[in-house]
C-alpha cells in the first residue's frame, strides 16, 4: 500500500482539510467522512474548551489526528506559546506553524517560522510548517526538525490553484521531507495537479467550506487527490514539447 | 506620510465633479479589475454606482466567503461609565446634557462581566466616555485585569490615549481598539465637536496608529454616517484602513458603518443615509480592502442586520445596552443612543444561521 509517512504516523489519505469556514460546526463529521480525511487542522484561536457547544472539537471523531495552528501567531514567539497551549489543551503533539505578519495577504513569514519550528521540534512536537515556497528555507525547516512542508499554491483563500508550481516543483524534487501543497488550491483538479506533480499530500480549505455543498466537495476532493497520486505513481508520459520527427535523421550513422 | 496628510490630499478635491464625471464604463471596469485603487474605490461610491449595487454585492460577497468563510463573531459592549467632558452634539452623554452619570465600581464591574459571560460572550469592548478624571487609564488598567479571566478577547472604546498608556493596557490585557473618528471633514468635525479634548482632530485621527505602534492585535474604524455627506466620509475612512493596513501589516481591521440613531439632546445637522447608501459604502468597502472585516452594530435593525451578513459582515454586536451597568445592575444609567435590533444572543444566533452562517463567539485571544 501507498502510505504517507510523517513522524511516526502511517496516513492513507493524502486530503488533510481545515475547519475554519464552515458555515456550522455540525456539518464538520459529515465533511471529514465524505473528504476520506485522517488530518484535520484547528485554529485554536478558535477554540473554546469551556463551552460544549463551541468547542470545535467536540465534532472531530477521536481516530482523527488533529493538527491544531497558530494562525493568528505574528512571531516565532507567539507561535511557541500557541502550540504549547494547543498541546496542554489535548491536541495531540502535531503542530502546523502558521506566523503571518501580513494580514492584507497572509502570506508567511519564513524566518519566524523556521525560528518556531526549531524551539518546537526540539520540544518534541511533530512540526509541519506552512511556507513560502523557497528552498533555502524549506531546507533551514527540514535542518530544524520540520517533519514535513506545507508550501503554498496561491494565498490563503484565493482558490487561484498552484501558482508557485515552478518552486514547489524544486521543492518536491529536492527535499526528503513530505511536501503538502496548502492555500489556494480551489478546485479539485489544482488537487489532482498537485498530486500529479509529486506532491505527497495536499490541505484544502476554503473551496470545500465555500462550495454550494461542502459534502460533496469533500468527496470531490478526495477522488482529486486519489487520482492525482495514481497518475503520479503510474509515471505520467512525458509532456512533449517539440514535435517528434516522423523519420529518423540519424540513420545515415551506421 | 501620516494618515493626517494622506486624508488631507484629498481634501481639496472637488468631489462633485469627480462624482458627474463617473461614466457607466468606468463602474464596470473597477468590478471586472482583480483589485482596486484610490480612484476605482471612489467610482463606486458614486451616485452611479447605485446602479450597480447587484453586482458589487456579487462580487463582495464572493471576496468576504473566501476570506472568511461563513462565520460571524459575536460580542457586545460593556459601558463602564458614562462621565464626559465632551460635547458632542450627537451624543446622550454630552457634558451639557442632564442625565444620570454613573462609573461601574471595580466590583460591579466584575458583576456586569459575569453576567455577560453568562450569556455567551467571549469578546467584549470596554466602554467610556472621556473623563480623564472619572475615569483615567488605571481605572481603565485595573477593570481589564479584573475581567481578563472571563473573556479571550477585550477590546476598548474609549477616549484617545498616548501611545505609552496603549501599551499599559495592552500589558493588562486588552487586544483591541475601537476608535471612530465620527466624521472626516475638519469643518463639520469642529462643528459637531465644539470643545473639550475631542475637539482635537488629529489627536483623535493618529490614535489608532499609536495603538498600532503600541503592538495593538486589532483596530476598528468608522465614520458615523449623517454628520456629513456619506460618500466622502466612506472614502475617507476606506483611505484611513488603506493607510494602517499598508503601514501595519500584522494589524487586523475591521470597519464599521454606524448610522446616526435618536439619543438624548441637542439637535445635530443630519444629512439622510438610507439603507441602501449603507449598503453601497458597505460593498465599496469589501471591495477596495478585502481583507478588512465589517461590523454591523445594534444601530441597524433585525432584519436589515440579517439580510447584510451575506455581503461580507464579519462582526455583530448582540444583546446591547447602551447603559452603564445595563447587564446587571440595578440601578442603571441613562442610554448613549437607542439601539434598534433588541434581539437576545439566542435569537441572534438563530438568525445567523437561518442565513447559513456560523455565529461564534472565540475567534482570537492574545497568546
Ligand atoms: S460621543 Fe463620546 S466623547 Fe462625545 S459626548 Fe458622547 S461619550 Fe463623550
Redesign the pocket.
Known sequence: MDKLQIGSTELESRLLIGTGKYSSNEILPQVIESSGTQVVTVALRRVDITSSEENILNFIDKKITLLPNTSGARTAEEAVRIARLAQAAGCGNWIKIEVISDNKYLLPDNYETIKATEILAKEGFVVLPYMNPDLMDAKRMADAGAAAVMPLGAPIGSNRGIKTKEMVRILIDEMNLPIIVDAGLGAPSHAAEAMEMGADAVLVNTAIASSGDPVAMGEAFKLATEAGRKAYLSRLGPQRTVAEASSPLTGFLR | MSAYEKIATYETLDFAAFFASVTEDRIRYALIKPSINEEDFLCLLSPQAENYLEEMAQKAHKIALNQFGRTVVLYTPMYLA?Y?V???TY?G???SNEIKRKKLSLEDAEKEALAIRNQGFRHIILLT??SRTHTPVSYIKDCISLIKKYFSSISIEI?PLEQQEYRQLIEAGADGLTIYQEVYNKDTYKTVHPKGP?SNYQYRLEAAERAAKSGIHSVSIGALLGLSPWRQEAFFTGLHGQYLQDNYPALELTLSTPRIRPHKGTETKIYEVTEKNLVQAMLAYKIFLPRAGINITTRESAEFRDNLIPLGVTKMSAAVSTQVGGHSIEDKSTS?FDIADGRTVEEIRCAIREKGYNPIFKDWEPF
Request: hydrophobic share 5%.
Open positions: 458614562n464626559c465632551n460635547a458632542c451624543c452623554y454630552n457634558s466616555g472621556e477616549y475631542k448613549q
